[in-house]
T-cell receptor
């Protein structure tokens, strides 16, 4: 149980384009989903927290117009990197938390490369 | 301020030997403590957690961790390491009544045959 998927697993795009990453909880309802960014050989940096049906809460320093988050249902959240630039290249990981709110379960990650 | 420290960037262990990956924390109130493992180019896999109760927590793949309130530590242990345990291990803490996890910097475990 507690499986979280992400799609795509990797994406290469041109500078200036937008990229959408999906995060799904496959066998539980995720009342809260989280989006993280991880740089090589570094820890995870929380970007934003989203609750189903409400606006995401962004961490300090994260541009909400740059990283659009939508949590449309209890099993799906999306992160859209708008007008991507090479500095947005990174490993993006989502996690999901159920109604018990005790444990975050993580997706396998999406590697984004912006050329 | 809440924080998690993993003092070792890397831990090297011979296969079959016991392993310990250290974690200390600083948080207000009673902590929720977690260990996750990350294999190359993958997300994090949940290993175990401490919320309340017995200080010794048993988790996946034979791992266990001991919560020590006086030392504010939550070290990860395994009696007999396997080469397949080689990965990046993250300790995380969540303060009571918040959703956010605070992660340590990670410890790379290398198990040699």
């Amino acid at each position: 149980g507690a499986v979280v998927s992400q799609h795509p697993s990797w994406v290469i795009c041109k500078s200036g384009t937008s990229v959408k990453i999906e995060c799904r909880s496959l066998d539980f309802q995720a009342t809260t989903m989280f989006w993280y960014r991880q740089f090589p050989k570094q820890s995870l940096m929380l970007m934003a927290t989203s609750n189903e049906g409400s606006k995401a809460t962004y961490e300090q320093g994260v541009e909400k117009d740059k990283f659009l988050i939508n949590h449309a249902s209890l099993t799906l959240s999306t992160l859209t990197v708008t007008s991507a630039h090479p500095e947005d290249s990174s490993f993006y990981i989502c996690s999901a938390e159920g109604r018990g709110k005790e444990t975050q379960y993580f997706g396998p990650g999406t590697r984004l490369l912006v050329l | 301020a809440q924080s998690v420290a993993q003092p070792e960037d890397q831990v090297n262990v011979a296969e079959g030997n016991p392993l310990t990956v250290k974690c200390t924390y600083s948080v207000s109130g009673n902590p929720y403590l977690f260990w996750y493992v990350q294999y190359p180019n993958r997300g994090l896999q949940f290993l175990l957690k401490y919320i309340t109760g017995d200080n010794l927590v048993k988790g996946s793949y034979g791992f266990e961790a001991e919560f020590n309130k006086s030392q504010t530590s939550f070290h990860l242990k395994k009696p007999s390491a396997l080469v397949s345990d080689s990965a990046l291990y993250f300790c995380a803490v969540r303060a009571y009544n918040t959703d956010k996890l605070i992660f340590g910097t990670g410890t790379r475990l290398q198990v040699f045959p």
